[in-house]
């Protein structure tokens, strides 16, 4: 069955540190993928997203994510981690081609110490 | 950004009564609306397409007289949880697509913060 797995559940990390957050997905063809970020008492905003091209994409505040067909992943990064950064983040996928249906993860709840 | 905004954010409701949330687009038209439906550390999960002006497509196994869903305008969808039982509390999301452009395929979904229901 097509799915997305985000193996980590929750994550502790430094201010300062880097992150990286786990995303794979199972799927036959390369799908659309995204990395989406939930705040307390806000809707997922979305922080980046891939298509097609160059692999390593930029998204919104200082994340970038690297897709890699041989292993089906969608790797969030962040170089430095900022206490603000404490969230849920969600890997997501379409799987249709036309950005409707998409199927999310189980989320990775990142903790950030000072 | 475009703001998506849902209400109420949180409701508590008895057995058997129905609740009604709403999902408004604020800054932006969307034709097409999207419902999920989020439980406690899991993920989200694809309830039901709302389009604007016919009828809502839902899901495999959502159940459409429970969840009904209305679009009628391009800036407000509406999800009623008709007699709601304790069963169905959970987390409700919706999204939005612009129309135009800017909303094709490939186009920003803009999501609302989520609505809480607790079915007593």
């Known amino acids: 069955a097509q799915s997305v797995t985000q193996p980590d559940i929750h994550i502790t990390v430094s201010e300062g540190a880097s992150l990286e957050l786990r995303c794979n997905y199972s799927?036959?063809?390369?799908?659309?993928l995204f990395w989406y970020v939930q705040s307390p008492g806000q809707g997922l905003q979305l922080l980046l997203k891939?298509?097609?091209?160059?692999?390593l994409v930029q998204g919104i505040k200082g994340f970038e994510a690297e897709f890699k067909r041989s292993q089906s992943s969608f790797n969030l990064r962040k170089p430095s981690v900022h206490w603000s950064d404490a969230a849920e983040y969600f890997c997501?996928?379409?799987?249709?081609?036309?950005?409707?249906?998409?199927?999310f993860g189980t989320g990775t709840q990142l903790k950030v110490e000072l | 950004g475009a703001v998506v905004s849902q209400h109420p954010s949180w409701v508590i409701c008895k057995s058997g009564t129905s609740v009604k949330i709403e999902c408004r687009s604020l800054?932006?038209?969307?034709?097409?609306m999207f419902w999920y439906r989020q439980f406690p550390k899991q993920s989200l999960m694809l309830m039901a397409t709302?389009?604007?002006?016919?009828?809502?497509?839902?899901e495999q196994g959502v159940e459409k007289d429970k969840f009904l869903i209305n679009h009628a305008s391009l800036t407000l969808s509406t999800l009623t949880v008709t007699s709601a039982h304790p069963e169905d509390s959970s987390f409700y999301i919706c999204?939005?697509?612009?129309?135009?452009?800017?909303?094709?395929?490939?186009?920003?979904?803009?999501f609302g913060e989520g609505s809480r229901l607790t079915v007593l």
């Open positions: 799927y036959g063809a390369t799908p659309y």
């Open positions: 999204s939005a697509r612009p129309t135009g452009l800017a909303g094709g395929p490939t186009g920003e979904l803009f």
């Open positions: 997501a996928v379409d799987l249709t081609g036309g950005g409707n249906k998409l199927t």
């Open positions: 800054d932006f038209q969307a034709t097409t």
């Open positions: 891939y298509f097609s091209g160059d692999t």
């Open positions: 709302s389009n604007e002006g016919s009828k809502a497509t839902y």
